[in-house]
Nanobody, 135 residues
Framework: QVQLTESGGGSVQPGGSLRLSCVASGFNYQSYCMAWFRQRPGEEREGVAAADSDGNTHYADSVRGRFTISQDSAKNTLYLRMNSLKPEDTATYYC?????????????????????????????WGQGTQVTVSS
């Protein structure tokens, strides 16, 4: 059974930091490209950061320089380190996985241009973890 399980969300003050984790199971993690998306209430899901099996990473302009995506393939785990958090970073954060080359490119492009995505766009999604940035 395929599972993506996010954790690490919480409430922080502006300027604070969090590290999200996404543990994958049930598929060959090293053959997939991975990404983080986020969704604010009433808005569509937007791309935040992406990483492929070669170690290439991509970021949305809104988070570049503040967020870092990384992977531990031995643990089948994707991370998102978030520094200098802002109130506008408040959202539910989801990890996503995709195996086909065309859709991996689409995933990366979605992140780079800050486009939105729906649950049907990519193969696997986690259940989400809430991040709230507020003073």
């Amino acid at each position: 059974q395929v599972q993506l399980t996010e954790s690490g969300g919480g409430s922080v003050q502006p300027g604070g930091s969090l590290r999200l984790s996404c543990v994958a199971s049930g598929f060959n993690y090293q053959s997939y490209c991975m990404a983080w998306f986020r969704q604010r209430p009433g808005e569509e899901r937007e791309g935040v950061a992406a990483a492929d099996s070669d170690g290439n990473t991509h970021y949305a302009d809104s988070v570049r320089g503040r967020f870092t995506i990384s992977q531990d393939s031995a643990k089948n785990t994707l991370y998102l380190r978030m520094n200098s958090l802002k109130p506008e970073d408040t959202a539910t954060y989801y990890c996503a996985a995709e195996s086909t080359f065309p859709k991996c490119i689409r995933m990366q492009t979605t992140v780079i241009v800050g486009a939105s995505a729906s649950a049907s766009d990519f193969m696997y999604w986690g259940q989400g973890t809430q991040v709230t940035v507020s003073s």
